[in-house]
């Protein structure tokens, strides 16, 4: 019999997909290229299932003879790989973003001597609104916590940008870009303790309680599905963080970074005249340690954050210290620099990965922002936290609507600053 390759994401089985495999069987041995969860990844957001559940679900269905896994999102490797006889698609693909793929799939079956069998797109079943549809019903805690894990598995870096609103977790959970390599988007949340306090007219002091923290990260929860990130401050005391660590993992939240600087808080990037006063290695190391067995899944993950270049130190001695914390149990590192230049973070992030190859490695490119994603990726960088960029972006707006109006003495003029009220009830879900 013809073997018939057929490519699938498989995370939704709908009429359409049942459609599709019946007419391939129909036609001869159905050879499935189911896409990796990395695949997928790299262009859409991440399966709800795995690439293993996936498959077990496709070699359930009737009609299907063998599934494969398809590791890129072209067709093209496999179709070289497994030369089927013909590989089938629907007829959406004559336009749109995959209108190139088409092309090159039908080049290499003319010089393979295959068939692409082409059949009408089943109406009225669109995957892109059933999983939008999917992700507005909302998501578990024990589902979004393990996220952040699954995704560091398939994609460097991860793009994590801060939220300190519901409102401004929105925009990280929906926005999204087509780009000629697939669709960018945010992988993730950063609950910023400074944007945080800021939003709230308050100094970004280790005065307030979890439970004050806890009831914005709650907003945001309550209306996004991507893993969240927890900027815990120093951890507080040892005996405190246990606590710390067993709230944020119930709560669903992916990770808490906690920094290794004692005394009276200040911002790291506040200037030179302030003095950075590092913890006790050793102390560090049992909160990191207590926080580790407070946990109870496998999934939660514990960063250790090094204030060591912010302090004036070498990368060397930071690296001594992130020696110290992964030993104690630390699931990755942050290393923060107010250094323009990001030279010192380069040194460190070579020495970082000469010694740990897979560890997740964290950066904060604040002031050696002319790095792109890719460069800080090939450093070594396994996530990017833009850590403070929409409160920052929020308050000049803002101002310039309240300037306009005192300008103006009405309305008027701060229209064209402002977005429309219809549009606002739209991006909140319920609200129209």
């Known amino acids: 019999m013809k073997t018939i390759y057929l490519g699938l994401r498989g995370d939704i089985i709908h009429p359409g997909i049942i459609n599709i495999i019946r007419e391939a069987a129909g036609r001869g041995e159905v050879l499935v290229g189911l896409l990796t969860d990395s695949a997928i990844a790299s262009h859409k957001r991440l399966p709800y299932l795995t690439w293993e559940q996936r498959r077990e679900v496709l070699e359930n269905i009737k009609g299907v003879s063998k599934v494969v896994p398809q590791e890129e999102w072209s067709y093209i490797p496999n179709l070289k790989k497994y030369r089927p006889d013909a590989i089938i698609h629907g007829d959406d693909w004559l336009s749109g973003p995959l209108s190139g793929e088409r092309e090159e799939v039908f080049a290499l079956m003319r010089e393979t001597g295959g068939e692409v069998i082409e059949i009408p797109y089943t109406q009225g079943v669109n995957s892109s609104a059933l999983n939008e549809s999917m992700r507005s019903l909302g998501t578990t805690p024990d589902i979004r916590l393990k996220t952040l894990r699954r995704l560091l598995d398939l994609k460097k870096p991860l793009r994590i940008l801060e939220a300190h609103s519901g409102l401004s977790g929105l925009i990280i959970e929906h926005l999204e870009i087509k780009?000629?390599?697939?669709?960018?988007?945010?992988?993730?949340?950063?609950?910023?303790?400074?944007?945080?306090?800021?939003?709230?007219?308050?100094?970004?002091?280790?005065?307030?309680?979890?439970?004050?923290?806890?009831?914005?990260?709650?907003?945001?929860?309550?209306?996004?599905?991507?893993p969240i990130i927890f900027d815990g401050d120093t951890g507080g005391k040892s005996e405190h963080f246990i606590y710390t660590v067993r709230t944020l993992e119930r709560n669903g939240v992916s990770a808490v970074i906690i920094e290794d600087k004692v005394g009276l808080k200040k911002n790291s990037l506040f200037g030179t005249e302030v003095a950075q006063?590092?913890?006790?290695?050793?102390?560090?190391?049992?909160?990191?340690?207590?926080?580790?067995?407070?946990?109870?899944?496998?999934?939660?993950?514990?960063?250790?954050?090094?204030?060591?270049?912010?302090?004036?130190?070498?990368?060397?001695?930071?690296?001594?210290?992130?020696?110290?914390?992964?030993?104690?149990?630390?699931?990755?590192?942050?290393?923060?620099?107010?250094?323009?230049?990001?030279?010192?973070?380069?040194?460190?992030?070579?020495?970082?990965?000469?010694?740990y190859r897979s560890l997740p490695l964290v950066l904060v490119p604040t002031t050696y922002n002319r790095f792109t994603e890719q460069e800080l990726a090939a450093w070594g960088a396994s996530i990017v936290i833009y850590a403070n960029h929409l409160l920052r972006a929020s308050y000049p707006a803002m101002m310039k609507a309240a300037r306009s109006i005192l300008e103006n003495e009405r309305s008027l003029e701060a229209e064209a600053l402002c977005m429309p009220i219809k549009e606002i009830l739209e991006l909140i879900p319920g609200g129209k």
């Not at 945010?186 to 306090?197: A, E, Q, R, V, Y």
């Not at 800021?198 to 004050?212: C, Y």
């Not at 340690?289 to 109870?296: E, H």
């Not at 110290?324 to 010192?344: C, F, L, P, Q, T």
């Open 179 to 226: 780009k000629e390599n697939g669709l960018r988007a945010f992988d993730g949340i950063w609950s910023s303790s400074l944007t945080d306090s800021a939003s709230k007219g308050k100094p970004d002091i280790e005065a307030v309680d979890l439970t004050t923290r806890l009831q914005d990260l709650t907003n945001i929860l309550e209306c996004t599905t991507k």
């Open 277 to 355: 006063e590092l913890a006790p290695i050793e102390d560090f190391c049992e909160k990191i340690s207590s926080g580790k067995r407070a946990q109870v899944t496998k999934e939660f993950m514990i960063i250790a954050r090094l204030e060591s270049l912010i302090a004036g130190q070498t990368p060397a001695a930071a690296l001594e210290r992130a020696h110290a914390y992964v030993a104690a149990g630390a699931d990755g590192v942050m290393i923060h620099s107010k250094e323009k230049s990001g030279e010192d973070i380069q040194g460190f992030c070579q020495k970082f990965r000469a010694e």
